[in-house]
């Protein structure tokens, strides 16, 4: 159920449009379903109704005639709420939406229960889906009603409505979601040929130029420098920066100016600022020193999101999701022309998932945020692989956030995360099909492939049956040979990279492992020397452990093995 909320002047006027089927076509029936005391005139059941409609105007306004003469009445003295049903949900009684009418105005506080002295109202059937309440907001005692918050009250009491009735639960929001555009945007973005109003088509420009800067500066510099885009920094009386608006260069009619906080939440100047002070700053390039790979370092960081979303810290969870958008927003500058499209979906359908009521501790993502940023001074690959390996790990992350706002009933953000979902998935599909079959032509001998199949039933022996079935695992093999050829111990490498992150919820593991083999072979293989030691190393380990265990009544032989804390499954 969904309510709308609005103040007049006119009592008479709003009864009149009410109880009217002439004008309104769709007005059929206009009765009285419940009121004040329970004996309201109904104009809809009457021989007379313009007669009866004056009583029952002035029966409304009595309370407000007297606070009149005595100058303490509201000039906007009239309240309206309609209220409506979804079209699935079933046709209510004309009892059962007097009782709906009775919760909403005493939740609201226009005739709170059991007060004698609440304000006049009744509310008006004219159609089977909705009622409208009509009431004005003088009570008895000639004090106006405090209605305070009276969407968010409704809201909250509809939401109980809906569960006790059976009926259709409408997503709702917290209040942290962008602005809606307003009608005259949307026909004026229609009659200009664009799909999207001019705040959308700059909180998208905006949202980008956050995920390219490092600091304030580069965002400024940025934004000023953007085709198509004005950019006009306010500065204090002292000189220091105050905010920032923008426009579109194009809009008919002249520029419609628009800050930042008009855009979005975390738009506003302070909280970009807040944001970019908290990024970490890339290392300098060092002669001699191998650079690590930007696009792995980034891939990394964000498959290790899923993992800090499922730790009680809901502060530093807020501050990965975030970045992580940020690193959606940051996609499309990089992807090839054919992928921007679902990539830009996914990124704006994702930005309703990045906010909610829960402060951001900004810092706790300071690694990823500067991983995001080298990601974007470093042109992906031509083969596709780094991207592929990136949506890989951006799709658990989504599937994560998803469940991570369930559980604390962010509903919008559920179903933003899954609308991103769609659009990432078919990204990811077309991305990762050419490299993945270019990786899956490099299958080793049968030989090599079975001495793979044995190492894998070692390694992650209850995946191992659903990966040799996996149409990815001729990549899987592939990859495990090119690490092997690098230097690498492919059961060691196996473990590490099913260690990363549980596959229980991956869709096709024998992928997942692939990309992660992949990236981590790129390291450098350990030298022989440090082959050797380690060796050496888990040698000593092991012949201790053999001896504790002939020692009598020495229970280390017994003692568990702390296993590695997996991640959450999809």
Excluded at 233 to 251: E, H, I, M
Excluded at 295 to 302: G, I, L, V
Aim: hydrophobic residues 40%; contains cysteine.
């Amino acid at each position: 159920m969904i309510a709308k909320i609005s103040s007049g002047k006119k009592t008479a006027g709003l009864i009149r449009y009410l109880f009217d089927t002439k004008k309104a076509k769709d007005h059929t029936d206009p009765h009285l379903v419940a009121s004040w005391d329970g004996f309201a005139p109904d104009p809809g059941r009457s021989d007379d109704p313009d007669a009866t409609r004056k009583l029952l105007v002035a029966d409304l306004d009595l309370h407000v005639k007297q606070a009149q003469r005595l100058d303490r009445a509201p000039e906007k003295h009239t309240w309206h709420c309609s209220i409506r049903a979804t079209a699935t949900d079933r046709i209510l009684s004309d009892e059962e939406w007097a009782d709906i009418a009775r919760r909403i105005v005493a939740a609201t506080g226009i005739a709170p229960a059991g007060d004698p002295d609440g304000c006049r109202w009744v509310a008006v059937r004219h159609a089977p889906d909705h009622i409208h309440i009509a009431a004005t907001k003088v009570r008895a005692d000639l004090r106006t009603a405090r209605h305070w918050n009276d969407y968010l009250t409704a809201d909250r009491e509809l939401a109980a409505i809906e569960k006790e009735y059976g009926l259709f639960q409408v997503v709702r929001g917290d209040r942290t979601a962008a602005k809606r555009p307003t009608r005259a945007e949307q026909e004026k973005a229609r009659r200009a040929g664009q799909n999207k109003t001019a705040p959308e088509r700059l909180r998208a420009t905006v949202r980008t130029a956050v995920a390219a800067a490092s600091n304030m500066e580069e965002f400024v510099h940025l934004l000023s420098h953007l085709d198509g885009v004005l950019a006009e920094v306010v500065y204090f009386p002292s000189g220091d920066v105050r905010g920032y608006k923008v426009a579109l260069a194009d809009d008919a009619g002249g520029p419609i100016w628009y800050s930042g906080s008009k855009l979005a939440p975390d738009l506003s100047f302070p909280k970009i600022q807040e944001r970019l002070e908290n990024t970490e700053p890339q290392p300098a390039d060092q002669p001699g020193r191998r650079r690590p790979d930007p696009w792995h370092q980034a891939t990394a960081a964000t498959e290790r999101i899923p993992h800090r979303l499922a730790q009680e810290h809901d502060e530093a969870s807020q501050a990965h999701l975030a970045a992580f958008g940020e690193a959606l927003d940051a996609l499309p500058l990089l992807a090839p022309q054919t992928l921007r499209p679902q990539l830009r979906e996914a990124a704006t359908a994702f930005e309703r998932a990045t906010r909610s009521r829960i402060h951001a501790e900004h810092h706790h993502a300071r690694a990823l945020r500067g991983d995001v940023r080298a990601m974007l001074r470093e042109p992906a690959p031509k083969d596709g692989a780094a991207l592929a390996m990136f949506l890989d790990a951006a799709l658990l992350v989504v599937i994560a956030a998803a469940r991570w706002h369930e559980l604390r009933h962010h509903d919008q953000q559920v179903a933003a995360a899954q609308q991103t979902l769609i659009h990432l998935q078919a990204a990811y599909e077309q991305t990762a099909a050419a490299p993945l079959a270019a990786l899956a032509s490099r299958r080793p001998p049968r030989q090599t492939v079975d001495r793979h199949i044995r190492v894998l039933r070692q390694a992650v022996p209850e995946h191992a049956e659903q990966i040799t079935e996996d149409p990815a695992f001729d990549a899987l093999t592939a990859a495990l040979a090119g690490a092997e050829a690098a230097g690498h111990n492919p059961e060691r490498l196996l473990k590490q990279a099913a260690d990363q992150r549980t596959l229980d919820d991956a869709r096709s593991p024998a992928r997942t492992l692939a990309w992660r083999i992949e990236r981590l072979s790129a390291r450098p293989a350990p030298s022989a020397r440090a082959r050797a030691a380690q060796a050496h190393s888990t040698a000593q380990v092991g012949r201790a452990a053999a001896q504790r265990s002939t020692v009598p009544g020495h229970e280390a032989a017994t003692t568990p093995v702390p296993q590695p804390q997996q991640g959450r499954r999809r």
